[in-house]
């Protein structure tokens, strides 16, 4: 059994949004409509550099800070309550694997934020592929040495969870602490 949580609204605040209106300085929704279609996937799955992403945001007209970006993106993270004592029981007793569709930036993030904590980090810019492909989920699988039918996802998205259980593993539809904790028991986890 692999234990994998989702980073972003599962274990940590995800500033995204945030982030992206002190760069641009407009609301998320009209950023989103201006930003070229599948520009951020890409960053995500490793197919382009950051700047490049800088690039296609300035190239496609909108207005871009990435001081303010970082600055806003680091300063917004912070453990969701009740999780990061979640995932140190797991660890405890289990195997534990970040799995997150989430640019270089994870690195920062995993340094700064999951220290002390013994879990491997799998992201989507290092598998070049995004949840909820069933190609991230085997690739995982394969990179920590275990069957995909031995995953157990917690994630924020149904669709993730979904997909994994598609493929034969569990999935623990991520709304607070409790519930996680409470469905990875009924799951089986043991130390929880």
């Not at 930003?35 to 995500?44: A, F, I, N, S, W």
């Not at 157990?152 to 598609?166: F, G, H, S, Y």
Request: with cysteine; hydrophobic share 45%; aromatic share 8%.
């Amino acid at each position: 059994m692999l234990i994998v949580f989702d980073l972003m609204d599962t274990l940590l605040v995800d500033p995204f949004q945030a982030a992206h209106e002190a760069a641009c300085g407009m609301p998320f929704d009209r950023f989103e409509q201006s930003r070229p279609d599948g520009l951020y996937h890409r960053l995500e799955r490793g197919e382009i550099t950051e700047d490049d992403y800088w690039a296609g945001l300035t190239n496609s007209g909108l207005p871009w800070n990435s001081q303010n970006f970082h600055r806003m993106r680091r300063a917004g993270y912070a453990w969701i309550d009740g999780m990061r004592e979640l995932v140190a029981d797991c660890v405890a007793a289990h195997p534990v694997a970040i799995g997150s569709n989430y640019p270089d930036w994870i690195d920062e993030v995993v340094d700064d934020h999951l220290t002390g904590l013994d879990v491997a980090v799998f992201a989507s810019c290092r598998l070049g592929v995004r949840k909820p492909a069933p190609e991230f989920f085997e690739r995982l699988a394969t990179k920590a040495g275990v069957a995909v039918t031995d995953l157990v996802l917690v994630d924020d998205k149904r669709i993730n969870t979904e997909a994994v259980e598609e493929l034969g593993g569990t999935g623990v539809h991520f709304t607070n602490a409790a519930d996680a904790r409470a469905a990875l028991r009924t799951a089986g986890v043991a130390g929880v």
